[in-house]
């Protein structure tokens, strides 16, 4: 990592707004955005489609929108965004193999980041990003957390679903969800995105 180049990671539970508040981030400071699940997503679609995770090529095609090419198999963004992958990518993420083949993939978008970047997930600021800038905690009420996923899902996903998911990302063995070392913690019940971003950047000064 180089010295002056800013990362900041998003920490959290599943709908507390990690990728609303990643983003204006970047879109604040001009630096990348990338969601650390949409790889969980990914491999875990790649496994479901081929029974094998050996795979020789992973190549990031495009950012925004991602894609994402697999040997031969190519995935777009919005496949990755279903019920059966929110809950099968929980499960597959709890394995230290598949954890350390994302680690990886997550060290190059960082290194292909120039103008710095801002990272979204449940372990970015504890274990893949230690030295980030600024790392980030976000959390929200549940019942804030829990209607904004079944809203994103279309109604697909219950609040038991993400119930569920949730207590699995904080409870496995390999890395859970927990507060980074020294993170800054934000409460996103009642506060605006502009608002959160004001106090990210405040905090960013501080550094
Ligand atoms: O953030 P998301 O909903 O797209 O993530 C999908 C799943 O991937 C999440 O339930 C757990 C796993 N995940 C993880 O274990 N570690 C991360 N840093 C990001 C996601």
Redesign the pocket.
């Known amino acids: 990592m180089s010295m002056n180049k800013i990362i900041i990671t998003i920490?959290g539970p599943?709908g507390s707004g990690?990728t609303t508040l990643g983003r204006a981030i970047s879109k604040k400071l001009g630096i990348t955005f990338f969601?650390?699940?949409?790889i969980?997503?990914v491999i875990t679609k790649y496994f479901l489609d081929t029974n094998s995770l050996g795979f020789e090529n992973f190549e990031i095609i495009s950012y925004e929108p991602l894609e994402i090419k697999i040997d031969n198999h190519t995935y777009f963004e919005k496949d990755l965004?279903t019920k059966e992958?929110?809950t099968k990518?929980?499960e597959l993420?709890q394995q230290i193999e598949i954890?350390a083949i994302?680690d990886n993939i997550l060290k190059f978008v960082e290194s292909s980041a120039d103008s710095g970047l801002v990272v979204?997930?449940?372990?970015?600021g504890s274990v893949?990003f230690p030295d980030a800038t600024l790392k980030i905690y976000l959390d929200a009420d549940e019942h804030i957390r829990s209607s904004r996923r079944v809203e994103q899902s279309n109604n697909e996903e219950t609040t038991d679903d993400i119930a569920e998911?949730d207590k699995?990302?904080l409870s496995r063995k390999n890395?859970p969800l927990v507060v980074p070392k020294g993170a800054l913690m934000l409460h996103n019940n009642t506060s605006t995105v502009e608002e959160l971003v004001d106090e990210v950047i405040e905090n960013l000064k501080l550094q």
């Open positions: 920490d599943s990690k969601s650390s699940g949409s969980y997503r965004y992958l929110n990518s929980s993420a954890r994302v979204e997930g449940r372990d970015m893949v998911r699995r990302d890395s």
